[in-house]
């Protein structure tokens, strides 16, 4: 099948954190898939913005996304639903209540699972529930409303240190690439297979020291950040704007 309006919907690694481009602008899974769909008459846009909940991609990307009129949506988020604290059951309202936001107005809707990132992180034991939650919730929302399934979970390669980046949540350019090639698959449409292709060899085990320094230089400026913006007031993403707000050749 061919698609001419391709929208994408969804947090900072829909936005492309971690894959930069030799100018320092963040390329990522979209503006790869983009890419591969590009042929005359195609056109572009990506409404991610970093930070972003499920419930506020509802009201904030939906309307937006709907007024473009697009042949494929792909939407990836629900990693700030988890690490917000919102329960289960929260987490797979707001998954259904997107998913068939998006389906009524969009002939191709996928949406994706989150990997497993909880054995990478102190106390992780605490999100594992809810990242089940979400991903249980998108198989259904997925399943009830027609939507494709990607199932990145599935990918072994998500154990693997180089399929993120340096906070160990935001995918790396290897992570965003096997995004793409998952997301190209499910739609049936050709793609580069070396996207897809196993990592060569094993990434070198992390030492005490490189766990010491993802805390002082990832975790602990993020946890002062969000502590500071939570006595203001201010929401993650908050001043940010969409990266590509309307449909545009991807030249």
């Given at each position: 099948?061919?698609?001419?309006?391709?929208?994408?919907?969804?947090?900072?690694?829909?936005?492309?954190?971690?894959?930069?481009?030799?100018?320092?602008?963040?390329?990522?899974?979209?503006?790869?898939?983009?890419?591969?769909?590009?042929?005359?008459?195609?056109?572009?846009?990506?409404?991610?913005?970093?930070?972003?909940?499920l419930d506020q991609m509802l009201v904030?990307?939906?309307?937006?996304?709907?007024?473009?009129?697009?042949?494929?949506?792909?939407?990836?988020?629900?990693?700030?639903?988890?690490?917000?604290?919102?329960?289960?059951?929260?987490?797979?309202?707001?998954?259904?209540?997107?998913?068939?936001?998006?389906?009524?107005?969009?002939?191709?809707?996928?949406?994706?699972?989150?990997?497993?990132?909880?054995?990478r992180m102190p106390f992780g034991w605490r999100v594992r529930p809810r990242i089940q939650a979400l991903n249980s919730a998108m198989r259904a929302a997925a399943d009830r409303h027609g939507a494709v399934l990607v199932d990145v979970e599935a990918d072994a390669c998500v154990h693997d240190s180089r399929y993120f980046g340096p906070d160990r949540l935001h995918l790396s350019s290897l992570g965003h690439r096997r995004l793409a090639g998952h997301l190209l698959s499910a739609l049936d449409v050709p793609f580069d297979p070396a996207w897809l292709a196993p990592l060569d060899g094993t990434a070198a085990p992390s030492?005490?020291?490189?766990?010491?320094?993802?805390?002082?230089?990832?975790?602990?400026?993020?946890?002062?950040?969000?502590?500071?913006?939570?006595?203001?007031?201010?929401?993650?993403?908050?001043?940010?704007t969409p990266k590509r707000p309307t449909l545009l050749p991807l030249a």
């Open positions: 099948m061919t698609y001419q309006r391709f929208v994408a919907l969804g947090d900072s690694c829909t936005e492309g954190l971690d894959d930069l481009l030799p100018d320092g602008r963040y390329r990522g899974w979209a503006d790869r898939v983009a890419s591969v769909l590009d042929a005359p008459g195609f056109r572009y846009a990506n409404l991610g913005v970093r930070g972003r909940r904030e990307q939906v309307p937006s996304a709907a007024a473009l009129e697009p042949d494929l949506v792909a939407v990836f988020g629900g990693g700030n639903d988890v690490m917000s604290g919102a329960s289960a059951a929260e987490i797979s309202a707001r998954a259904d209540a997107l998913v068939r936001a998006v389906t009524s107005f969009a002939p191709t809707v996928a949406v994706f699972t989150l990997s497993d990132v909880s054995h030492s005490l020291r490189d766990h010491w320094r993802w805390l002082r230089e990832q975790v602990l400026p993020v946890a002062c950040t969000r502590a500071r913006n939570k006595l203001i007031g201010r929401q993650p993403g908050d001043g940010f």
